[in-house]
């Protein structure tokens, strides 16, 4: 298990590189050029820049988190062919300063969604929250005015440009069915994973966050059968997934550790975080411990342990703890926290193997 932790850039985050070399264990930032757009070919310049940044901390780029793709390509429309030829520009480009992993996602509009940014936890920290019934009860026609009038209602990193059109997106998905974005989603995939592969880079997948439908757009990496259904969309190693228990976790259909164990060998990159789900469909963003959520972390950890897993690893989201002023989900002390207790865990158990003797998780 490699360690890692996402650096949105200089001048982007609270967060310096000098910082993250600090964390025990960790050797690696999951990174991205957040300032383009969607469809842009990654200048060459830039990608050496952020290379040269991090190597001079002793830090490698493996991971990018994410090369965004267009929505022409998830609406299935001629000129996804030209956003297509940029992707696969780019995927050569990165492969030439030894980019390992391209996580990337295919949900329609939205990327991951939440309604409150800064939800008041018992213990005086905030993390990001999702209230299920603000979203079922908001028309996807009067979604911009909703955002607009309530600045709680909002996605780090989405740039004010892309609110203004985000009814006319929504719109554009009305005639396009979940199987017809399954074909879309595969003409990609036969156009891109032969490339990654050439390059020595795998392609993996985030699933939907949350793993259900919103504003009734289609949604496909949402569970272990539509997981499955994916890697049969091109069999090969570079076509994989990014595993995210805080994403599937949110569901508690969704068994995370029977996951690890069939596509383990599928599983290039991996999010660990732990989500606190309630009754009525609601959940927030807790600490990594198991016993703070709904999720079992130390059952996570445990299987990619038993799985001999060498892929790469984050902690995701963390909490605002101690005051500190970041971009929600992505300050230093919580997430640097959770690389502990995931590294504790992982630790423990190769103690117990080495020993002779397993003596179950706790966490």
């Not at 939440?114 to 908001?138: N, P, Q």
């Not at 592969?197 to 289609?218: Q, Y």
């Not at 969704?254 to 599983?267: L, P, Q």
Request: aromatic share 10%; glycine share 10%; hydrophobic share 35%.
């Amino acid at each position: 298990m490699r360690m890692t932790f996402r650096w949105f850039g200089e001048g982007n985050d609270t967060v310096p590189l000098r910082y993250i070399k600090q964390i025990p264990g960790t050797d690696g930032v999951v990174w991205s050029l957040h300032d383009l757009a969607a469809g842009e070919e990654w200048p060459m310049d830039r990608i050496l820049e952020m290379k040269s940044l991090a190597e001079k901390e002793g830090l490698h780029i493996d991971v990018v988190e994410s090369v965004n793709v267009h929505e022409d390509i998830k609406r299935g429309l001629p000129s996804r062919d030209i956003y297509i030829e940029r992707y696969i520009n780019t995927i050569r480009k990165l492969g030439q300063v030894g980019v390992k992993v391209i996580c990337y996602n295919f949900m329609p509009v939205f990327d991951w969604l939440r309604t409150d940014l800064h939800w008041r936890m018992e213990d005086g920290s905030t993390a990001m929250f999702y209230e299920k019934s603000v979203i079922e009860g908001v028309d996807p026609r009067q979604l911009t005015a909703t955002i607009n009038a309530n600045p709680a209602f909002t996605m780090p990193g989405w740039e004010p440009e892309r609110l203004l059109h985000m009814e006319r997106l929504i719109q554009s998905y009305q005639g396009v069915s979940e199987e017809q974005l399954w074909g879309n989603l595969a003409y990609f995939l036969e156009a891109v994973v032969p490339v990654a592969a050439e390059n020595g880079i795998r392609m993996a997948i985030h699933p939907d966050d949350p793993p259900w439908p919103v504003f009734r757009l289609p949604r496909l990496m949402t569970s272990q059968t539509n997981l499955r259904k994916l890697l049969k969309l091109y069999v090969h190693p570079s076509n994989g997934i990014t595993l995210c228990s805080g994403s599937l976790g949110a569901n508690p259909d969704n068994d995370i550790i029977s996951m690890i164990h069939e596509f383990g060998d599928r599983i290039p990159f991996a999010h660990i975080r732990n989500v606190r789900r309630f009754g009525n469909g609601d959940f927030v963003e807790s600490s990594h411990r198991t016993s703070d959520g709904s999720v079992d972390i130390a059952g996570i950890v445990k299987a990619y342990h038993d799985i001999g897993y060498t892929g790469y690893v984050r902690p995701d989201h963390g909490r605002q703890i101690w005051d500190e002023s970041c971009r929600p989900g992505y300050g230093l002390y919580d997430r640097a926290l959770g690389i502990m207790h995931l590294l504790g865990l992982w630790d423990g158990y190769q103690y117990a193997k080495s020993t002779g003797g397993d003596r179950g998780h706790a966490g």
